[in-house]
């Protein structure tokens, strides 16, 4: 699903901020991705979903090779990954159902498609009855709902979440983590960088640890292994 071959990510200034990675992830996986700020975490991650390109090494992601892809490819590889962040990232002006429809108009879906697909996932993240409502009236856990409706309104193989709790409270993280567990039993693969302890420590999954831009540790149940 997700390979990486000695990757490296040498940033314009002179940072190195990915040094000889090497991972496989398979189709179905609940990966987190931990480590202290600025160890290459979000370097990592938006290797993935083709915002960084590697300096070095191959990236595989659902067969294709990142690397060697031409511009008008990465709309299709951008079609297999959602992606989730911390401040949510939702089109202030649009409603929730246009925000989420938005991301099927961008692949030119069919509109009676469009409307049946959204109705369905905003059912699955709980919001049918805020479906006319601003991403200003919602609360922040409601506003991340949205925002992993759009990440899967097109059926990608692969989420990306970049600390999708780190701005919620505890128990509306709790619910996203519910969330974000149903979407992988559904067949969804999922990486996630994180800073929450208790939930990597009580929802065990496979546990990535970057430090220094290196695989300091990967282990299948693994702890979350840091005191912050
Ligand atoms: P993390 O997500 O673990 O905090 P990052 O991937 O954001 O780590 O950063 C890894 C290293 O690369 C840090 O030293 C950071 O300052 C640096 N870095 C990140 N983005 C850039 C960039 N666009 N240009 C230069 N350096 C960057
Ligand atoms: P987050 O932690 O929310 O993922 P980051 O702090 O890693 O975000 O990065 C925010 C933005 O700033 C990104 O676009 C990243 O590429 C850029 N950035 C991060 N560190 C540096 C740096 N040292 N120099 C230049 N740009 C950076």
């Known amino acids: 699903m997700i390979e990486m071959q000695d990757v490296w990510k040498t940033y314009a200034d002179g940072t190195h901020a990915i040094r000889g990675m090497n991972l496989k992830v398979d189709r179905n996986e609940f990966l987190y991705v931990v480590g202290p700020s600025g160890a290459g975490k979000s ?33 299709f590889v951008r079609r297999n990954i959602g992606v989730i962040f911390q401040d949510f990232r939702l089109l202030p002006k649009l409603t929730v159902f246009e925000n989420i429809a938005f991301a099927m108009e ?5 509109k009676k498609l469009i409307k049946k697909r959204t109705m369905e996932v905003l059912e699955l993240v709980k919001l049918s009855s805020k479906a006319e409502s601003l991403p200003t009236q919602l609360s922040g856990g409601e506003q991340q709902r949205v925002a992993i409706a759009r990440a899967i309104v097109n059926n990608p193989a692969v989420i990306i979440a970049d600390e999708p709790t780190g701005n919620l409270d505890p128990e509306t993280s709790w619910g996203i983590m ?51």
């Open 43 to 75: 370097t990592f991650m938006k290797m993935i979903y083709r915002e960084e390109k590697p300096t070095k090494g191959q990236i595989f992601v659902n067969g294709f090779n990142l690397g060697k892809l031409k511009q008008r490819k990465i709309p």
């Open 106 to 110: 961008v692949i030119e879906s069919p």
């Open 178 to 228: 519910k969330l974000l567990e149903e979407i992988n039993y559904r067949g969804t693969t999922i990486i996630m960088a994180t800073h929450n302890k208790e939930i990597v420590n009580t929802i065990r999954k496979r546990v990535l640890a970057i430090e220094k831009g290196q695989i300091a540790r990967d282990e299948a149940k693994g702890e979350y292994g840091y005191e912050d």
